[in-house]
Protein backbone atom coordinates (compact mmCIF):
# COMPACT_ATOMS: atom_id res chain seq x y z
CA UNK A 1 0.00 0.00 0.00
CA UNK A 2 0.96 3.04 -0.58
CA UNK A 3 -0.09 6.40 1.33
CA UNK A 4 1.24 8.58 4.17
CA UNK A 5 0.85 5.94 6.67
CA UNK A 6 3.01 3.50 4.62
CA UNK A 7 5.74 1.76 6.78
CA UNK A 8 3.04 1.85 9.85
CA UNK A 9 1.34 -1.50 11.24
CA UNK A 10 -2.22 -2.00 12.60
CA UNK A 11 -3.97 -5.06 14.02
CA UNK A 12 -7.53 -5.07 14.46
CA UNK A 13 -9.27 -7.49 16.38
CA UNK A 14 -13.07 -6.33 15.70
CA UNK A 15 -16.16 -6.55 13.63
CA UNK A 16 -19.18 -4.99 12.39
CA UNK A 17 -18.62 -1.56 11.66
CA UNK A 18 -16.76 1.10 14.04
CA UNK A 19 -13.49 -0.83 14.47
CA UNK A 20 -13.25 -2.48 10.74
CA UNK A 21 -14.46 1.26 9.39
CA UNK A 22 -11.38 2.73 11.42
CA UNK A 23 -8.57 0.18 10.63
CA UNK A 24 -9.99 0.24 7.26
CA UNK A 25 -9.28 4.07 6.55
CA UNK A 26 -5.89 3.44 8.43
CA UNK A 27 -5.28 0.84 5.70
CA UNK A 28 -6.53 3.09 2.99
CA UNK A 29 -3.76 5.68 4.54
CA UNK A 30 -1.21 3.45 3.25
CA UNK A 31 -0.80 1.49 6.92
CA UNK A 32 -0.17 -2.65 6.88
CA UNK A 33 -3.14 -3.51 8.35
CA UNK A 34 -4.38 -7.22 9.50
CA UNK A 35 -7.75 -7.69 9.92
CA UNK A 36 -8.57 -11.01 12.73
CA UNK A 37 -10.92 -13.29 12.67
CA UNK A 38 -12.63 -15.66 15.02
CA UNK A 39 -12.45 -19.06 12.71
CA UNK A 40 -16.24 -18.32 11.90
CA UNK A 41 -15.20 -15.03 10.88
CA UNK A 42 -16.75 -11.37 11.42
CA UNK A 43 -20.70 -11.46 11.10
CA UNK A 44 -20.71 -9.01 8.19
CA UNK A 45 -19.67 -11.72 6.12
CA UNK A 46 -23.14 -12.43 5.98
CA UNK A 47 -24.49 -9.09 5.01
CA UNK A 48 -25.79 -7.83 1.88
CA UNK A 49 -25.12 -9.60 -1.46
CA UNK A 50 -23.15 -12.34 -1.95
CA UNK A 51 -21.04 -12.43 -5.15
CA UNK A 52 -17.34 -13.67 -3.60
CA UNK A 53 -18.33 -17.02 -1.39
CA UNK A 54 -17.91 -15.70 2.24
CA UNK A 55 -17.29 -11.77 1.30
CA UNK A 56 -20.74 -10.02 1.50
CA UNK A 57 -21.32 -6.71 0.14
CA UNK A 58 -20.92 -5.37 3.51
CA UNK A 59 -17.84 -6.49 4.84
CA UNK A 60 -16.77 -5.93 1.49
CA UNK A 61 -17.40 -2.11 1.75
CA UNK A 62 -15.52 -2.10 5.20
CA UNK A 63 -12.84 -4.11 4.91
CA UNK A 64 -10.62 -3.03 1.73
CA UNK A 65 -7.17 -2.44 2.23
CA UNK A 66 -6.56 -5.05 4.94
CA UNK A 67 -4.98 -9.27 4.99
CA UNK A 68 -6.63 -11.66 6.90
CA UNK A 69 -5.97 -14.15 9.14
CA UNK A 70 -8.27 -16.38 11.03
CA UNK A 71 -7.75 -17.65 14.64
CA UNK A 72 -9.28 -19.50 18.04
CA UNK A 73 -9.53 -16.37 19.87
CA UNK A 74 -10.52 -17.58 22.97
CA UNK A 75 -7.93 -20.81 22.73
CA UNK A 76 -5.05 -21.05 24.55
CA UNK A 77 -2.88 -21.80 22.10
CA UNK A 78 -4.10 -18.93 20.30
CA UNK A 79 -2.42 -16.17 23.25
CA UNK A 80 1.07 -16.36 21.65
CA UNK A 81 0.10 -15.76 18.50
CA UNK A 82 -1.55 -12.63 19.64
CA UNK A 83 1.20 -11.35 21.47
CA UNK A 84 3.29 -11.86 18.04
CA UNK A 85 0.61 -9.87 16.75
CA UNK A 86 0.58 -7.14 19.58
CA UNK A 87 4.32 -6.77 19.54
CA UNK A 88 4.36 -6.71 15.51
CA UNK A 89 1.94 -3.80 15.38
CA UNK A 90 2.57 0.00 16.13
CA UNK A 91 -1.71 0.58 16.55
CA UNK A 92 -4.48 -2.07 17.56
CA UNK A 93 -8.08 -1.15 16.80
CA UNK A 94 -10.35 -3.33 19.70
CA UNK A 95 -13.68 -4.12 20.22
CA UNK A 96 -14.88 -3.60 23.97
CA UNK A 97 -15.35 -6.84 25.38
CA UNK A 98 -15.07 -8.81 22.33
CA UNK A 99 -12.02 -10.63 24.27
CA UNK A 100 -10.31 -7.04 25.10
CA UNK A 101 -9.02 -8.28 28.22
CA UNK A 102 -6.92 -12.10 26.96
CA UNK A 103 -5.85 -10.06 23.72
CA UNK A 104 -4.44 -6.80 25.65
CA UNK A 105 -2.96 -9.10 28.47
CA UNK A 106 -1.28 -11.19 25.71
CA UNK A 107 1.03 -8.79 24.48
CA UNK A 108 0.57 -4.77 25.33
CA UNK A 109 2.16 -4.40 28.45
CA UNK A 110 4.97 -1.86 28.83
CA UNK A 111 7.34 -4.43 28.68
CA UNK A 112 6.44 -6.49 25.83
CA UNK A 113 5.00 -3.73 23.43
CA UNK A 114 5.68 -0.40 25.32
CA UNK A 115 5.41 1.60 21.60
CA UNK A 116 1.53 -0.15 20.81
CA UNK A 117 -1.32 2.36 20.43
CA UNK A 118 -4.16 0.37 22.10
CA UNK A 119 -7.51 1.82 20.53
CA UNK A 120 -11.01 0.12 22.34
CA UNK A 121 -14.18 1.17 20.88
CA UNK A 122 -17.04 0.72 22.99
CA UNK A 123 -20.80 2.06 22.99
CA UNK A 124 -20.65 3.66 25.89
CA UNK A 125 -16.98 3.78 27.38
CA UNK A 126 -15.14 2.15 30.05
CA UNK A 127 -17.10 3.39 32.97
CA UNK A 128 -20.25 4.97 34.20
CA UNK A 129 -23.10 3.05 34.96
CA UNK A 130 -23.62 1.89 31.09
CA UNK A 131 -20.49 0.76 30.46
CA UNK A 132 -20.80 -2.26 28.69
CA UNK A 133 -24.58 -2.38 28.62
CA UNK A 134 -25.72 -1.82 25.43
CA UNK A 135 -27.22 -4.82 23.21
CA UNK A 136 -27.39 -3.02 19.71
CA UNK A 137 -24.56 0.02 20.24
CA UNK A 138 -25.91 1.77 17.42
CA UNK A 139 -29.48 2.35 17.81
CA UNK A 140 -28.74 2.97 21.76
CA UNK A 141 -26.02 5.28 21.37
CA UNK A 142 -28.14 7.26 18.38
CA UNK A 143 -31.08 7.36 21.04
CA UNK A 144 -28.68 8.38 24.26
CA UNK A 145 -27.22 11.21 21.58
CA UNK A 146 -30.09 12.82 20.39
CA UNK A 147 -29.32 11.89 16.96
CA UNK A 148 -32.50 10.60 15.78
CA UNK A 149 -34.29 13.86 17.24
CA UNK A 150 -32.95 15.11 13.79
CA UNK A 151 -35.07 13.17 11.12
CA UNK A 152 -38.83 12.80 10.70
CA UNK A 153 -41.63 14.80 11.46
CA UNK A 154 -42.45 17.73 13.91
CA UNK A 155 -44.02 16.27 17.04
CA UNK A 156 -43.76 12.58 15.77
CA UNK A 157 -42.40 9.68 16.69
CA UNK A 158 -38.24 9.41 16.27
CA UNK A 159 -36.89 7.74 13.46
CA UNK A 160 -33.61 5.88 13.22
CA UNK A 161 -30.83 7.14 11.16
CA UNK A 162 -30.51 4.92 8.41
CA UNK A 163 -27.09 4.24 8.18
CA UNK A 164 -24.66 3.50 11.39
CA UNK A 165 -23.83 7.17 12.06
CA UNK A 166 -22.99 6.51 15.99
CA UNK A 167 -20.53 3.50 14.84
CA UNK A 168 -18.95 5.60 11.47
CA UNK A 169 -18.17 8.70 13.97
CA UNK A 170 -16.28 6.39 16.36
CA UNK A 171 -14.17 5.14 13.62
CA UNK A 172 -13.37 8.86 12.35
CA UNK A 173 -12.78 10.28 15.77
CA UNK A 174 -10.77 6.83 16.60
CA UNK A 175 -8.58 7.44 13.48
CA UNK A 176 -8.18 11.02 14.06
CA UNK A 177 -7.13 9.89 18.24
CA UNK A 178 -4.69 7.34 16.58
CA UNK A 179 -2.80 9.32 14.58
CA UNK A 180 -2.49 12.06 17.68
CA UNK A 181 -1.19 9.53 19.48
CA UNK A 182 1.35 7.84 16.93
CA UNK A 183 2.72 11.81 16.62
CA UNK A 184 2.95 12.02 20.72
CA UNK A 185 4.89 8.51 20.15
CA UNK A 186 7.35 10.04 17.95
CA UNK A 187 8.17 12.42 20.78
CA UNK A 188 8.18 10.32 24.06
CA UNK A 189 8.61 6.54 22.40
CA UNK A 190 5.61 5.58 24.57
CA UNK A 191 2.49 4.07 23.33
CA UNK A 192 -0.87 4.63 25.01
CA UNK A 193 -4.88 3.29 25.11
CA UNK A 194 -7.26 5.60 23.89
CA UNK A 195 -10.64 4.22 24.26
CA UNK A 196 -13.44 5.92 22.28
CA UNK A 197 -17.37 5.26 22.61
CA UNK A 198 -20.27 5.53 19.99
CA UNK A 199 -22.49 7.31 22.25
CA UNK A 200 -19.41 9.99 22.94
CA UNK A 201 -18.94 10.18 19.57
CA UNK A 202 -22.40 11.17 18.65
CA UNK A 203 -22.72 13.88 21.24
CA UNK A 204 -19.59 15.52 19.95
CA UNK A 205 -20.80 15.40 15.99
CA UNK A 206 -24.13 17.06 18.23
CA UNK A 207 -22.28 19.71 19.78
CA UNK A 208 -22.71 21.89 16.79
CA UNK A 209 -26.50 22.11 17.01
CA UNK A 210 -25.96 23.01 20.97
CA UNK A 211 -25.30 26.02 22.38
CA UNK A 212 -22.72 26.25 26.36
CA UNK A 213 -25.07 26.89 28.90
CA UNK A 214 -28.35 26.88 26.52
CA UNK A 215 -31.23 24.61 24.69
CA UNK A 216 -31.32 25.56 21.24
CA UNK A 217 -35.10 24.09 21.34
CA UNK A 218 -35.99 26.79 23.85
CA UNK A 219 -35.19 29.94 21.74
CA UNK A 220 -35.73 29.31 17.56
CA UNK A 221 -38.03 26.19 18.31
CA UNK A 222 -37.61 23.01 16.19
CA UNK A 223 -34.16 22.36 16.73
CA UNK A 224 -33.13 22.53 13.23
CA UNK A 225 -34.36 25.63 12.90
CA UNK A 226 -31.20 27.58 11.83
CA UNK A 227 -31.43 24.45 8.77
CA UNK A 228 -34.73 23.46 7.91
CA UNK A 229 -37.60 23.44 9.31
CA UNK A 230 -38.64 20.67 8.83
CA UNK A 231 -36.20 18.33 7.66
CA UNK A 232 -36.10 18.67 3.58
CA UNK A 233 -38.24 16.21 1.64
CA UNK A 234 -37.72 15.56 -1.85
CA UNK A 235 -40.41 16.83 -4.34
CA UNK A 236 -41.23 14.61 -7.41
CA UNK A 237 -40.23 15.19 -10.85
CA UNK A 238 -41.71 12.93 -14.11
CA UNK A 239 -38.56 10.93 -13.54
CA UNK A 240 -37.53 11.32 -9.64
CA UNK A 241 -37.34 13.46 -6.75
CA UNK A 242 -34.97 16.17 -6.06
CA UNK A 243 -34.20 18.38 -3.56
CA UNK A 244 -34.47 22.71 -3.82
CA UNK A 245 -34.00 25.58 -2.16
CA UNK A 246 -35.05 29.24 -3.06
CA UNK A 247 -33.58 30.82 -0.04
CA UNK A 248 -31.13 33.14 -1.59
CA UNK A 249 -33.00 34.47 -4.60
CA UNK A 250 -34.73 37.72 -5.46
CA UNK A 251 -38.56 38.24 -5.52
CA UNK A 252 -38.08 39.15 -8.89
CA UNK A 253 -36.17 35.75 -9.50
CA UNK A 254 -39.05 33.83 -7.81
CA UNK A 255 -41.50 35.70 -10.44
CA UNK A 256 -39.68 34.32 -13.49
CA UNK A 257 -39.31 30.80 -12.02
CA UNK A 258 -43.17 30.63 -11.89
CA UNK A 259 -42.72 31.49 -15.61
CA UNK A 260 -40.53 29.44 -15.99
CA UNK A 261 -42.25 26.36 -14.25
CA UNK A 262 -45.81 27.11 -16.07
CA UNK A 263 -47.30 27.74 -12.97
CA UNK A 264 -49.05 31.07 -12.86
CA UNK A 265 -51.32 29.36 -11.36
CA UNK A 266 -49.88 29.88 -7.78
CA UNK A 267 -50.58 33.29 -7.86
CA UNK A 268 -54.38 32.64 -7.08
CA UNK A 269 -53.25 30.09 -4.51
CA UNK A 270 -53.95 31.88 -0.60
CA UNK A 271 -50.31 30.46 0.24
CA UNK A 272 -48.69 32.27 -2.57
CA UNK A 273 -47.68 35.19 -0.23
CA UNK A 274 -45.45 32.31 1.75
CA UNK A 275 -44.44 31.12 -1.60
CA UNK A 276 -42.58 34.81 -1.82
CA UNK A 277 -41.31 35.40 1.55
CA UNK A 278 -39.90 31.30 0.80
CA UNK A 279 -41.56 30.20 3.79
CA UNK A 280 -43.37 27.98 1.25
CA UNK A 281 -39.47 26.52 0.27
CA UNK A 282 -38.73 22.90 0.94
CA UNK A 283 -36.10 24.82 4.05
CA UNK A 284 -39.50 26.53 5.43
CA UNK A 285 -42.29 26.10 8.37
CA UNK A 286 -44.48 25.21 5.60
CA UNK A 287 -43.09 22.54 3.33
CA UNK A 288 -45.09 20.21 3.89
CA UNK A 289 -48.07 22.22 2.77
CA UNK A 290 -46.46 23.58 -0.13
CA UNK A 291 -45.11 20.16 -1.03
CA UNK A 292 -47.94 19.24 -3.68
CA UNK A 293 -48.06 22.84 -4.97
CA UNK A 294 -44.34 22.58 -6.17
CA UNK A 295 -45.37 18.69 -7.18
CA UNK A 296 -47.99 20.37 -9.49
CA UNK A 297 -45.72 22.08 -11.44
CA UNK A 298 -42.75 19.63 -11.25
CA UNK A 299 -44.85 17.08 -12.40
CA UNK A 300 -44.96 18.54 -15.87
CA UNK A 301 -40.86 18.39 -16.32
CA UNK A 302 -37.89 16.01 -15.49
CA UNK A 303 -35.60 16.01 -12.98
CA UNK A 304 -33.15 18.24 -15.17
CA UNK A 305 -35.33 20.44 -16.34
CA UNK A 306 -36.27 21.27 -12.83
CA UNK A 307 -32.87 21.83 -11.60
CA UNK A 308 -31.63 23.83 -14.43
CA UNK A 309 -34.99 26.40 -14.01
CA UNK A 310 -34.34 26.89 -10.05
CA UNK A 311 -30.34 27.13 -10.70
CA UNK A 312 -31.30 29.77 -13.86
CA UNK A 313 -33.09 31.70 -11.15
CA UNK A 314 -30.57 31.41 -8.27
CA UNK A 315 -31.57 28.47 -6.32
CA UNK A 316 -29.95 25.53 -5.62
CA UNK A 317 -31.27 22.12 -6.63
CA UNK A 318 -30.11 18.36 -6.91
CA UNK A 319 -31.60 15.06 -7.53
CA UNK A 320 -31.71 12.25 -5.31
CA UNK A 321 -29.36 9.95 -6.77
CA UNK A 322 -29.20 6.32 -5.92
CA UNK A 323 -25.99 4.29 -5.38
CA UNK A 324 -25.23 3.42 -8.95
CA UNK A 325 -26.68 6.69 -10.45
CA UNK A 326 -23.95 8.25 -7.67
CA UNK A 327 -20.90 5.95 -8.28
CA UNK A 328 -21.74 6.99 -12.04
CA UNK A 329 -22.24 10.93 -11.53
CA UNK A 330 -19.27 12.67 -13.79
CA UNK A 331 -18.24 14.49 -10.59
CA UNK A 332 -17.53 11.52 -8.23
CA UNK A 333 -14.90 10.10 -11.29
CA UNK A 334 -13.39 13.58 -11.61
CA UNK A 335 -12.33 14.01 -8.24
CA UNK A 336 -11.19 10.36 -8.02
CA UNK A 337 -13.62 8.70 -6.01
CA UNK A 338 -14.43 5.59 -7.35
CA UNK A 339 -11.93 3.57 -8.18
CA UNK A 340 -12.49 -0.65 -9.33
CA UNK A 341 -9.83 -2.87 -7.76
CA UNK A 342 -9.47 -6.97 -9.01
CA UNK A 343 -10.64 -9.39 -6.12
CA UNK A 344 -10.42 -13.30 -5.90
CA UNK A 345 -10.26 -14.81 -9.33
CA UNK A 346 -9.80 -11.26 -11.16
CA UNK A 347 -13.44 -10.23 -10.57
CA UNK A 348 -13.26 -7.00 -11.02
CA UNK A 349 -15.22 -4.48 -7.82
CA UNK A 350 -15.86 -1.04 -7.45
CA UNK A 351 -14.99 0.89 -4.76
CA UNK A 352 -15.10 3.76 -3.06
CA UNK A 353 -11.54 5.69 -2.78
CA UNK A 354 -11.55 7.95 0.77
CA UNK A 355 -12.25 11.69 0.66
CA UNK A 356 -8.55 12.65 0.76
CA UNK A 357 -6.14 13.96 -2.06
CA UNK A 358 -2.33 14.21 -0.86
CA UNK A 359 -0.59 15.93 -3.19
CA UNK A 360 2.34 14.11 -2.34
CA UNK A 361 1.62 10.57 -1.01
CA UNK A 362 -1.14 10.07 -3.05
CA UNK A 363 -3.45 6.71 -2.07
CA UNK A 364 -3.58 3.75 -4.41
CA UNK A 365 -6.14 0.92 -2.78
CA UNK A 366 -4.57 -2.20 -3.66
CA UNK A 367 -6.50 -4.55 -1.54
CA UNK A 368 -10.07 -5.71 -1.91
CA UNK A 369 -11.52 -7.43 1.53
CA UNK A 370 -9.93 -10.32 1.92
CA UNK A 371 -11.78 -13.83 2.21
CA UNK A 372 -11.96 -15.83 5.54
CA UNK A 373 -8.14 -16.87 6.56
CA UNK A 374 -6.70 -15.77 3.46
CA UNK A 375 -3.22 -14.67 4.48
CA UNK A 376 -2.85 -16.62 7.14
CA UNK A 377 -0.20 -18.11 6.09
CA UNK A 378 2.14 -15.43 4.93
CA UNK A 379 0.99 -13.01 8.37
CA UNK A 380 2.42 -16.03 10.40
CA UNK A 381 5.58 -16.50 8.07
CA UNK A 382 5.57 -12.42 8.80
CA UNK A 383 5.68 -13.19 12.57
CA UNK A 384 8.17 -15.47 12.53
CA UNK A 385 6.51 -18.76 12.07
CA UNK A 386 8.92 -21.74 10.70
CA UNK A 387 6.78 -24.08 7.93
CA UNK A 388 6.35 -26.57 10.63
CA UNK A 389 4.70 -24.83 13.35
CA UNK A 390 2.56 -23.06 10.81
CA UNK A 391 1.76 -26.77 9.88
CA UNK A 392 0.68 -27.13 13.43
CA UNK A 393 -1.26 -24.28 13.75
CA UNK A 394 -3.51 -25.50 11.06
CA UNK A 395 -3.76 -29.00 11.48
CA UNK A 396 -4.73 -28.27 15.55
CA UNK A 397 -7.18 -25.48 14.21
CA UNK A 398 -5.73 -22.76 15.90
CA UNK A 399 -5.60 -21.37 12.85
CA UNK A 400 -7.35 -21.69 9.50
CA UNK A 401 -6.35 -20.42 5.66
Not at 59 to 85: C, H, M, Q, V, Y
Amino acid sequence: MSGPLEGYRVVEFAEAVAGPYCAMELGDGGADVIKVEGLDGDRTRQWGSDDRGDVGAVFESLNRSKRGIALDLGGEPARELTARLLRWADVAVIDAGRHEETILAGGSSADTAPGLIACVISEFGDRGPWAGRAPYGELAAQVAGEATASLGRLGEEPVRVGTDIASMYAAIYAVQAICAALLERERSGLGQRIDVSLFGSVLAMRSTLWVAMSNPDSWSGYHLGSYAQPPDYGHQCKDGAILFSLARITPEARESLIGDLEMEWVKDDPRYGDFLQDRGGPTSDVAEIMQPVWERAFSKFTMDEVIERVRRNGGWAFPTNNYQQLVDLDQARHVGLVQTVDGPGGTPIQTLLPPWDFSETPVELERPAPTLGQHTREILADLGYGTREVTTLLDERVVIG
